[in-house]
């Protein structure tokens, strides 16, 4: 199956598609079909699927998370090559309620809280560099609306964490130098807060004060900005 071809078929599948500007969207009924389509027309050395019932995470939703990697060749991390969609269980059957087309290496997906609303979000594995670190795209789940918010930006971050103490993110980049930096979702999108802390792994390194720092100085400012 050629890239071409698919992408007819997600831009027909994609028909309603908001104008946030973002390659996703609840989809239509009939989604259903074409994906079943897509998967057939795949050439199957060259696809990858991968399927998770969320009954243990969002109980008595009916959520169903499904990743279609069509092209395993594709390592240009700019062009999608993995379709994922969200689907929720009625009548009988799954019926797609969101699909985004992203780029994904490794089919996996974590779930966690990262909004402070004691509902875990979905996390979908976007890339890894040749240290290992790992970024991932974020979906936002509303279970009471049955919606997802891709928070744009999100994949730029590596190797996420999310502090509920403080409602921020920070990471820890294993680099030529290690280092954390912090973050916090502003809407639907990521507010980067500019601050970079050095870890040279020294016994007397300044990492944890310089951390301690960073944190105090952040919520100052986010209080002064209420």
């Known amino acids: 199956m050629t890239l071409r071809f698919f992408l007819?078929?997600?831009?027909?599948?994609?028909?309603?598609?908001?104008?946030?500007?973002?390659?996703?969207?609840?989809?239509?009924?009939?989604?259903?079909?074409?994906?079943?389509?897509?998967?057939?027309?795949?050439?199957?050395?060259?696809?990858?699927?991968?399927?998770?019932?969320?009954?243990?995470?969002?109980?008595?939703?009916?959520?169903?998370l499904t990743l279609i990697r069509f092209d395993t060749t594709n390592s240009n991390e700019t062009i999608p090559n993995t379709l994922f969609t969200l689907s929720k269980q009625a009548n009988g059957q799954y019926l797609p309620i969101y699909s985004d087309s992203i780029f994904n290496t490794v089919?996996?997906?974590?779930?966690?809280?990262?909004?402070?609303?004691?509902?875990?979000?979905?996390?979908?594995?976007?890339?890894?560099?040749?240290?290992?670190?790992?970024?991932?795209?974020?979906?936002?789940?509303?279970?009471?609306?049955?919606?997802?918010?891709?928070?744009?930006?999100?994949?730029?971050?590596?190797?996420p964490n999310y502090l509920p103490q403080y409602n921020l993110i920070d990471n820890y980049v294993m680099s030529g130098k290690n280092w954390t930096s912090f973050?916090?979702?502003?809407?639907?999108?990521?507010?980067?807060?500019?601050?970079?802390?050095?870890?040279?792994?020294?016994?007397?390194g300044t990492y944890g004060r310089d951390y301690k720092k960073a944190i105090k100085t952040i919520m100052t400012k986010e209080r002064n900005n209420r």
């Open 107 to 159: 089919q996996e997906v974590h779930f966690t809280d990262f909004n402070n609303d004691n509902i875990k979000d979905i996390l979908v594995q976007n890339i890894s560099d040749v240290r290992s670190n790992w970024t991932y795209y974020l979906y936002l789940v509303d279970t009471a609306h049955d919606k997802l918010k891709r928070i744009k930006g999100f994949e730029e971050i590596k190797n």
């Open 8 to 64: 007819t078929l997600t831009g027909f599948l994609f028909a309603n598609c908001n104008n946030s500007g973002q390659h996703s969207a609840a989809i239509p009924t009939g989604g259903s079909k074409v994906l079943k389509k897509i998967a057939a027309l795949t050439d199957k050395s060259n696809f990858e699927e991968t399927e998770i019932i969320c009954d243990t995470v969002y109980k008595s939703r009916g959520y169903k």
């Open 183 to 204: 973050y916090k979702i502003n809407g639907d999108s990521i507010k980067n807060f500019e601050i970079v802390i050095d870890d040279d792994q020294t016994e007397n």
